[in-house]
């Protein structure tokens, strides 16, 4: 389980936040113009075998009439059973690219 928090620059431009695990991406803000407000963005990873996992993604913000939902069924992946498997949350702004239009505030990462 993952969770990553943060808050949207206040200005207008476009920004995006994504969650991947081992490369594949299980949450995605997709392109949002949201304006001064808080963001979160978490994902729960299941192993099914060595290779394969189910994910479930949700980015919510307010100012966001509902959460954008990812499920990924069943994702291959890196043998789970011997290598890092590398977590990534990510915040950008893909048409100005302006600094600090997405900050990270927390990330926390837990098993169960």
């Known amino acids: 389980r993952i969770r990553a928090s943060g808050v949207f620059a206040a200005n ?12 594949i991406v299980i ?12 963001w979160v963005i978490d994902g729960d990873v299941m192993a099914l075998n ?5 994910c479930e993604g949700r980015f919510q913000a307010n100012g966001l009439a509902a959460p954008i939902v990812t499920l990924l069924p069943n994702v ?5 059973s011997s290598t890092i498997t590398a977590v990534n ?20 990462i837990w098993m169960e």
């Open 27 to 38: 949450a995605d803000s997709l392109i949002v113009t949201l304006n001064n407000v808080a």
């Open 76 to 80: 291959g992946i890196a043998d789970l």
């Open 89 to 108: 949350v990510t915040g950008w702004s893909p048409t100005t690219g302006a600094a600090f239009d997405v900050v990270l505030n927390r990330v926390k």
């Open 50 to 54: 060595t290779t394969a996992v189910l």
């Open 12 to 23: 207008n431009n476009n920004k995006r936040v994504r969650l991947t695990v081992g490369g």
